[in-house]
């Protein structure tokens, strides 16, 4: 364990990690960095945030906590490594064991020996093969001048339109940034949905509330021409035919690994495309290792491979490669769970774990419970969260966890994270001791709550139907009857509009003659967020009604309310 | 499974859930709920934030979240539960199957009969037997008449000094709510340190904040008597002599569960003192069960019998009391892990599972690392966050995890709680797929950083040294060599002033003949939170000093700093 080289290639997340936590481990190691771009060290995730003007120094993108740039000096004098910007690798001669590079800036080119290769060599913006993609004005966002030119587009107030191609992570934060700056934004979207990592119901509330930001979301729709006049951009032309005049569009559809270094080397692609490592992100170089935004990791839930171009995770694979190349092949990285959050204007919406689609898809037979609840007691100024559990109906496991909303969404799916990785099920958290306290959550968290409802559903106590079902109901002209069983100040406020009846739940049990007298009739009833809904549901059925539904969530959950 | 008696004792938290609930999964159960005060269903964690006057309207402690307040006539109508107020429950007669009441606004008394009977009858606080405890002015807080004479009192404005007798978690709420009303607060407690779920160093961070607010604190004192005047209250006199004038004192020194009512029909009572309840909280006669704040339940982590009276713990004890009582006894109630966050000014405090110091207590071999450091990144507005995790040293498994700062403590605590039930090692968090995204953590969470440090220090790497431990060798003269490698910046504006040597990290590798040339010397590294003092560390041992320690958590974490 000395003086060993070893050559990180990348210097964005997983590079600089790799590079710093291998020379702690080992003093005497050799350790360097290459770096393709002129900046090391970026924390890229911060980007739309300077872009959008949450903070104006754009060195903080590129410094220590307490102000320090983290260039080659830093990483010399700081870290004891050398790191080389504009220096990209060109080739690895696996059997001499030396890569080659060369440096855009000074022309200089060479080799450099190593007796450890680290690969960080991230991913690129997908750019579609759509006419005027060349124009002045299309932009992607990856790289820090990406970042410096939408920034001055913000500052120049010269922009009054901007495009969004893309409804993902990326695509809903840029278009928060530059909506924020004053301009009028659309987003694009192929799919029928914003933020895949959502399902669809949930995902429209999301999509609500865009609109209500003044933003114009196309879904089902796509790009079929940049427009451009001189050379510049001056509109989009989407597939439906629409024109949307803007100087700015931002294409963000998703990445792609960049395995071609890895590739002519001869080192083994995944099924995903990503570089494929084993469980200690080796390669199928033994030498050489490889982590971040390149690589192909495991789904922790599935077991199959998956692609999942996370910073954070980046940043952990990074770890266990320096802990492997010098402590010996011992460090596990297990793989993902696709736990992501993101800032949606005034709403948080994170995720974790499966989908119901994508559990469906993945061939689970599942269960679900949507609830639409408070994150803390009325009286500290709660906030509304919607959440969607989803559980293998087999077993209880939970497979994932989705939550919107404007209360305190981050520790709600920070708790899901932890269970899906440990695979809880819903009895499980049905008793769990989370901290409480009226500042911080409700008595019974939201997240419980959830797992309660859930194994309410499990166990045959309640019958649920989601909104978009009922929703599909009222559209095909097949209302069942809809029990609202809210107080009439409440309906007064907000209400579906699909020929619901009133009935507030203290009423219910003497007002049993206004329901259908059918008893095998549909009813569906809710309320704000539909417990009283549930213990409707239990009154009926207790009173020899045989086909009562909840519509989960409630009317908070209902993206196409009516407000008055 | 049809129209059995339930009888429920207690109206509080536990209670209502319990009788709610039962008669949700069985409504041919004929449910009642006698409560001997007169209110039903209070949010009794909400009485500091209405005494603070974070809200005005008192209906909302005792209403749904829809604004109906939860008294008799709601409870029929909406729960279908016959709730009756003022009514104590004097003695159960379990031969007969009947308990005997009293109402103390009707002076109506008799029997009911019962199949299944829950006792849910609370915990007191305790009333030490110091001279003039019976003064006018000398209050609890347990009961909406204590939270509506604080609030009262509040609202005068004619009190101008308070003293809190008792450093917990109650304590300390009510602490803020009357020095947020203007009252200059003293909190007396007997231990060395408030908030006693905290270890030492952790609550001396609390201290100095609660300080900051112009609240006095004394520790280890306790109070020889309250001093009144014509049967008032005019000041508290500590232990050690000390006066201290002041119009109110609220004694908060913990609380003792109701029992005599379970005692004297001869129930078991557990080691603790608290009503004996099997894993389905089922009490010593099958027929009776009991939840919340008067029964022991396990501790998860120890296997020891508990006294947690917390208000979630008492929801979801009382769920799993309606499921046996309904369903036949399958659901068990596993537990506590001690679970708990409060606010304290600006800083949150939280805690899960076992402190170093009830870990060692308990037997077992303990490793620690504190860790301070931001809850996003700087760019995002970050707040600090000094956690503290507690791990046995033999197999790494998490045992506790305390966390305190102005940062989101609230997710780190849920974090950590699903851990420590979860059984989790310090190498399982280290490779955990968290939610990330700059508005919400750094890439990796500082709860994952934490577990990092943990799992260097168990692995040899990094050897740590307390802050108090720091302290200790500083006051009595053996300082050793303090090295702190900030920058000269973060130096002129906070240093420990014990005689360290300044040389940032970027300087050390050509700094080497700063230090004590005995390379057996013992140096003490730190930084602003002893990450770079992590990598001072790692540089001096590869250069062949062998005593070399770092202080945890950086100057961050610090309770004695000379801020400048």
């Known amino acids: 364990m000395s003086e060993q080289k070893i050559i990180v290639v990348g210097g964005s997340a997983a590079g600089p990690k790799a590079a710093a936590r291998a020379k702690r481990l080992d003093e005497s190691a050799d350790v360097t ?87 960080c060599t991230g991913a690129t913006p997908r750019r579609p093969p759509i006419p005027g993609i060349d124009l002045e004005g299309v932009r992607g966002l990856s790289e820090m001048r990406d970042a410096d030119k939408l920034r001055e587009l913000r500052d120049s ?12 992570l990326i695509g809903i934060e840029v278009c928060e940034a530059l909506a924020d700056s004053g301009m009028k934004v659309d987003v694009v979207e192929m799919l029928p949905q914003l933020l895949l990592f959502l399902d669809w119901e949930i995902a429209k509330l999301v999509e609500r509330h865009v609109g209500s930001k003044g933003v114009t979301v196309h879904t089902e729709n796509g790009v079929s021409e940049f427009v451009g006049e001189n050379g510049k951009l001056t509109g ?19 990445v792609v690994p960049n395995v071609s270094l890895a590739k ?91 989908s119901e689609k994508r559990a469906i898809d993945e061939g689970y037979e599942v269960v679900t419970a949507t609830n639409a609840s408070m994150d803390k ?42 269970a899906v990785m440990n695979g809880n099920t819903v009895w499980d958290i049905g008793v769990a001791d989370l901290p409480y306290a009226p500042p911080f959550s409700l008595a019974i968290d939201h997240f419980i709550t959830t797992a309660h409802i859930l194994g309410n559903k499990i166990d045959g106590r309640m019958a ?27 309906f007064e406020e907000m209400r579906l509009g699909v020929g619901e009846k009133l009935i507030p739940l203290g009423k ?16 569906i009833t809710f309320c704000k967020i539909s ?16 086909n009562v539904k909840v519509m989960e969530g409630g009317i908070m959950a209902w993206p196409f309310a009516i407000q008055r």
């Not at 754009?58 to 010399?76: I, K, N, Q, Y």
């Open 157 to 168: 107030g010269q922009v009054n339109n901007a495009v969004i191609v893309g409804g993902g």
């Open 377 to 418: 007691p009325g009286f500290m100024g709660a906030k509304l969260l919607v959440s969607k559990m989803v559980a293998d109906a087999k077993t209880g496991r939970i497979l994932g966890f989705q939550c919107v909303g404007p209360g305190e969404v981050n520790r709600q799916v920070a708790e899901a994270a932890m």
């Open 236 to 254: 989009v032309k989407l597939k439906d035919g629409t024109i949307i005049p803007c100087e700015v569009a931002v294409v963000s559809i998703g």
């Open 33 to 119: 960095l290459l770096q393709k771009a002129p900046e090391l060290s970026m924390a890229s995730c911060g980007y739309p945030y300077y872009i959008g003007g949450n903070f104006d120094e754009r060195s903080a993108l590129l410094a220590t906590p307490t102000g320090v740039v983290r260039d080659e000096a830093f990483f010399a004098a700081a870290k004891g490594v050398k790191a080389r910007v504009n220096t990209e690798v060109t080739a690895i001669d696996r059997d001499n064991k030396t890569v080659a590079f060369t440096n855009s800036a000074t022309g200089e080119s060479g080799t450099l020996p190593y007796d450890k290769l680290v690969l």
């Open 531 to 546: 417990m009283r809904g549930y213990e409707a549901q239990r009154v009926l059925e207790a009173n020899g009604w045989t």
């Open 264 to 354: 002519e080397a001869g080192l083994e692609i995944g099924v995903t495309g990503a570089v494929a490592v084993d469980e200690h992100m080796r390669t199928s170089d033994p030498s050489i290792y490889a982590a971040g935004d390149c690589v192909e990791i495991n789904n922790r839930i599935t077991g199959k491979k998956a692609f999942a171009p996370y910073g954070d995770l980046a940043n952990l694979e990074a770890r266990v490669v320096a802990d492997n190349m010098i402590l010996g092949d011992k460090a596990v990285f297990p793989g993902t769970i696709n736990s992501g959050i993101c800032k949606v204007f005034d709403l948080s919406a994170g995720s974790t774990g499966l």
């Open 508 to 523: 219910l049990r003497n007002a049993l003659d206004e329901l259908p007298q059918d008893k095998d009739a549909e009813i």
């Open 464 to 490: 649920g139907i989601s909104n978009a079902d009922v929703k599909k109901l009222v559209d095909s002209g097949e209302t069942p009857f809809i029990l609202d069983v809210r107080a009439p100040a409440e």
